[in-house]
């Protein structure tokens, strides 16, 4: 395999997905330069989640049309401009807009770089070149917030965007050598009235969701707002089984891999999107500890990710995608669940080992699902794969995040306590207990699922399983 091809894509990933979180922990110094409130300058996070679930689902039309390797390209480009623009902000109009224009680079980089991914590497391959690609969606947001603070306290909160300047241009200039080129192919129609609906739906969600668990904005806006995005969602479905070129594909939700890692691995993410919210804060609220203390903490499960990926492909050789994703799901719950017994005297090594077995198993889970995704998909039919797993998996983060901060207030109220030790620990085991849920669906798949890729034989598999379909 081509290591060099999945490196470059995945530091480009990198830098958008530490960006999304980076800004975080410098809320208050942009605030106070550009003359608003933090609270009001959340909206620049939702801005930006709101600009991927938009123009996601248009991503594997775009590559299509256009080509993967352009687009990808380009999609970097745009993403530079956009953090230009953020660090020239001096007003939160300008901000906000600045972050849509990042989403919008966002949104083509991460779908149209598993595309090319799959289309220049051989299925027998695909899981060690996912591995790669899976690792900035984990560490990124690990070590945004703690680089944002570094940046932020000793430099300049513009320092955040600026860096993405020589990172994009030395992403544009390597992609550019190192990206083979895929033909363009023949597209179908653009569907026009399918991309309002799944922009409607996907950014009504988001923005909801978003507005829900970040008080920038009366909940019941965000409230109002999920409703139209569900009911959107509803008509687009409606419009799909009927429209001869639907923009999103649904029918490939009758192949049972793709749809059990679509769904599964979306209850799993559920909690994923939750944790990076509540550990940060249950460490500086509760225990005292500072945001760098929190933040190195944290850290420790970008190595337990990181070392994943040296063990995914000889993993799922031994076990194949069903016991894995199975057994990942139920331990990577059962360590989020663990975070419930933390306590102020809990000894940093016992912390340091939780996060690190944390991190390794939610890094292999997402691996198997992300490549997984593709077991039954026919070639012509990967960029419709990539937007519609791509636009999922930001609806089911802002869904956790929501649930999150949902949860904590929730209980807050009903013990009468606030925000307290109590409260964390109940989010905890409900995301604990959503991430196991999620192993009950890849417990249905034939032993056998995907056995082109993993290399797994499927000797065992039970009584009825019949041999997964693969299309090459």
């Not at 409130?37 to 049309?65: E, N, Q």
């Not at 507005?211 to 109002?224: M, R, T």
């Not at 509540?278 to 509760?286: A, K, N, Y």
């Amino acid at each position: 395999m081509n290591r060099t091809l999945p490196i470059v894509l995945a530091v480009a990933l990198f830098m958008e997905n530490m960006d999304s979180t980076v800004i975080s922990t410098a809320l208050p110094a942009i605030a106070d330069d550009i003359g608003t409130s933090p609270v009001a300058l959340k909206l620049a996070l939702t801005a930006y989640l709101v600009s991927l679930a938009i123009f996601i689902p248009i991503s594997g039309w775009m590559a299509d049309r256009y080509g993967a390797k352009p687009v990808f390209r380009i999609a970097i480009a745009v993403f530079m401009v956009g953090s230009i623009a953020c660090a020239v902000s001096d007003s939160l109009a300008a901000f906000v807009g600045s972050r849509f224009l990042q989403g919008m680079g966002g949104a083509m980089m991460s779908p149209v770089a598993r595309l090319v991914l799959v289309r220049a590497t051989p299925r027998n391959q695909l899981v060690s070149a996912m591995a790669w690609l899976t690792i900035p969606a984990l560490v990124g947001p690990m070590v945004g917030p703690p680089v944002g603070g570094f940046i932020t306290t000793y430099v300049s909160w513009h320092w955040i965007f600026i860096i993405n300047v020589p990172i994009g241009l030395v992403g544009i200039l390597v992609s550019g050598i190192v990206l083979p080129k895929i033909e363009t192919r023949e597209t179908r129609p653009m569907d026009w009235l399918g991309f309002l609906l799944a922009a409607v739906a996907a950014s009504g969600l988001v923005f909801g969701l978003s507005v829900i668990s970040l008080p920038a904005l009366p909940p019941i806006i965000g409230i109002v707002t999920t409703l139209v995005g569900i009911a959107a969602g509803f008509a687009y479905v409606r419009h799909a089984r009927r429209a001869q070129h639907p923009i999103l594909d649904i029918s490939l939700f009758r192949g049972a891999a793709f749809r059990t890692s679509i769904f599964g691995g979306a209850l799993f993410r559920i909690r994923t999107g939750a944790v990076p919210s509540l550990l940060p804060l249950m460490f500086q609220l509760i225990f005292g500890m500072s945001p760098f203390q929190s933040g190195m903490l944290t850290f420790v499960s970008a190595i337990g990710a990181f070392t994943m990926k040296f063990l995914a492909t000889t993993t799922l050789r031994a076990a194949g995608f069903r016991t894995v994703t199975v057994a990942t799901a139920i331990g990577g719950g059962l360590m989020i669940g663990a975070n419930a017994l933390f306590t102020v005297d809990t000894p940093s090594a016992v912390i340091v080992a939780t996060l690190l077995a944390s991190g390794f198993l939610r890094s292999l889970f997402f691996t198997s699902t992300n490549a997984m995704v593709f077991a039954e998909v026919a070639d012509n039919e990967a960029s419709q794969a990539t937007a519609i797993a791509a636009a999922c998996q930001q609806i089911s983060v802002a869904l956790g995040v929501a649930c999150a901060g949902g949860l904590l207030e929730m209980v807050g109220a009903l013990s009468g306590n606030g925000l307290d030790h109590f409260a964390f620990i109940v989010a905890f085991v409900v995301a604990s207990a959503t991430a196991v849920l999620s192993a009950a669906l890849f417990f249905t798949l034939p032993a056998d699922v995907g056995q082109s890729m993993s290399g797994h034989s499927g000797r065992g598999r039970r009584r009825g399983d019949g041999p997964a379909e693969m299309q090459e």
